[in-house]
């Protein structure tokens, strides 16, 4: 046992205790691939940008099966209470990565189950040999949402919510969600997080669309100031299935959103969207590896970044094109506004194509406010602050346009809202 | 599609010997033992007489780069390279007395003459200058490097008159030694990499150019570099050096003869350009890329990079890159000076089993400093190629700007085309625009040309130079006309 502890060294070391306690083949096996890596540092190319290093500053003890129930409480209706429309929808809560029953509102068109104990059984995407932080997760993994949706039904909008509290002590909550669409099935996932005091939420999701399927998929993250949040997302979509996704990042100490996206038919299409505004000393991470594994399939995915004070935006995006992807429609597009001299954003767009008749491209652009738009606000009487506040709004919202469902549009659009009037007050 | 089926037939038909330049010249060659200690350093040294201090430089950057490793970060794969299997040093037996044109062993300048490429005025090369009013182009001074010695270095006068220093590096060591020390290895630090590591050690020869204040160059210099001797790796130190208000324009450019096993060539190219300078540096990169198995072939490892040092300084890289069986070339750009500018425009044709990993970075540092990257990458046949690139703009880079372009053209479907940019910004007031397209030759641009009554293999030429206008226009003319030609050979037989 203690040979274990010994092997771990770095952000590892954080979680020695809990490993050395693991049971089952399964976890055994996913410590082990642990052991052999470690959590990437800098020299891993996936990870170039992005530092672990917060991760060793404290050790993170299990949750306690004890939380703070009114700060729990609070937190769940701070976030429903943002807009009317999300207040009566289905929601799954999970409060430091274990379902609670009394906070959910259980939706009736999906059937949700849930990982128990022993019950880890979905490995087919997220292999915890290709990503230490999904071995990681398959190590400590307590509980999950398991969201299946069958053939044919449409099952409106449902809620994901995960809330972290933490007291004094540093907590960390590795939760495995997974969600299958039948043929033809429908399903508008939002995922919220939210949560206070120091904690590691380190959440692994595997999405299966299946043929002519549609999931919209929104993640709001906006965990707490002291949050460390790194999120692995795998999707795979059958012929003429749909993962339509956004994700808008406005909390966390350092946040990383890594999707790992797979077209597995033709006709198969995929929108990998995102923005994330940030301020202070917050560093957020975008990252995602689109794979095209057949012909006449289609992706798209625009990122933009917001970033204030000593706040660093990281955008990894790969496209990757094998050789049967023939016919192949690929665009990218990551975009940066740096408001401080401070502010930093690091972008790998990137283009990997084995096929030779497809379509791709990819842009990037950095720059500060446009000081004609500006000087044009400004000679129509608009004082500069607020110039400049309807400039940002205005460049963030152009990226929220894209979320396709509606009521998840008009809710990002709210939270947004209030983040940058508590920005406003603060200046 | 009959496009294809021609495609695949013609690229069948490609067979081994569609490699021009492939011989070999028989000359005496001196050769050190095989193998890389700090013997070997040492006696390189020796032979070239060089100062105690170089030595140490040597054995400095020998000692580093035993505790290096090889990046393997590239997107090439190759089978490991051992390089204790080679010889590090090769000369062409040396004549005695003072070279002159005519002492020039007749093989050599038979090479040449088969190259049939810039070195082609014999006039030019005999040193017989055209009256003036005659000359239908601005002269061009070679310096010729023949495996790893200078030969004969030409209109070495006209340059002398303007100041201009232009010799062999081993020349330059003995002869202006402060200008060498000074800055030998300050813009490619001795361990900068391992094979930037590996050049410092056992460098042989290259070329040395200094340009002194407010002189414009009076004529573009030139230096054809061949790789010869069997199994010799050939380790060039190039070194330019462009003081206040000076111009100059490099053209390098490379052919090799064929031959069977891989041979390894790890060239160190360091450019310093002060206030006002201007530097342009113009390469023709086409050595054996291999057959069409990928048998043989050289590794082309190469570090270049060019330091804007003062203001409103410019360095400008245009390559054109159809040869070696590996790439791993980024020409960079330090601009430190404010206002300074950096250029890169990019040609790179892989075909068969070529894997080619080249772009640039450009750091910004200064105020106000510019940067362009163009980079057209073509992929045929089975090969790889990839565009690498970082922009990097500086805490004090205030009105930096760059704008980055890189357009991937593949023809096949067994090749892969890639683009990997990396952009980091950590200034507010910068302005970075990237943009990156891949596609294959438009089906409509083809039938448009074959309905006029071009061939298939015209018709791609043709779409094929057009793709990399923006590009070749930069080139010298002496450089445009060849490149235009090695782009349509190297595509040979891979389009119906």
Redesign the interface.
Known sequence: MNAISKDMSGPLSSFAQRLNDVEGAERQAAIGALLRTGLPDRHV?AWKYTSLRPLSAQEFQAPPAQYDAAQAKSLLDNLLSQHDAVQALPRIVFVNGRFVKDLSLLPEGVDVSFFSQNSLTSDVQASPDRDPLVALNTALVDDGAILHVAKGADAGRVLLISLGVAGDTAISFHPRHSVVLEEGAHLALLSLSAGVGPYFHNPVTEVTVGESAKLYHTTLQTEGPQAIALATTYVQVAGHGVYNSFALGLGSLLSRHEVHARLNAPHAQLHVNGAQNLAEHQVGDITSVITHAASDCISRQTVRNVLDGHARGVFQGKVLVE?VA?KTDGYQMNQ?L???????????????????????????????LDDDQLFYMRSRGVPEAQARHILIAAFLDEALSLIEDETAQEYCRAMLAIRFSAERKAA | MPAVTETREAVEKLGQSTYKWGFETDIQMDLAPKGLNEDIVRLISARKNEPEWLLEWRLTAFRKWQSMKEPTWAKVSYPPIDYQDAHYYAAPRKKEGPKSLDEVDPELLKTYEKLGIPLHEQALLAGVELPEGETARPPVAVDAVFDSVSVVTTFRKTLEEAGVIFCPISEAVQEHPELVRKYLGSVVPVADNFYAALNSAVFTDGSFVYVPKGVRCPMELSTYFRINARNTGQFERTLIVVEDGASVSYLEGCTAPMRDENQLHAAVVELVAMEDASIKYSTVQNWYPGDSEGRGGIYNFVTKRGACRGARSKISWTQVETGSAITWKYPSCILQGDGSVGEFYSVAVTNNCQQADTGTKMIHIGRNTRSTIIAKTISAGRSDSTYRGLVRVQPKASGARNFTQCDSLLIGDECGAHTVPYIESRNMAARIEHEATTSKISEDQLFYCRQRGLSEEDAVGLIVNGFCRDVLKELPMEFAVEAQKLLQISLEGSVG
Do not use: F, M, W
């Open positions: 190319e050789q023939q940066a740096l408001l401080s001299e401070n502010a930093e954003i690091d972008a790998k767009p990137e283009l990997e194509i084995y096929a030779d008749d497809v379509r791709c491209s990819h842009g990037a652009t950095v720059g500060a």
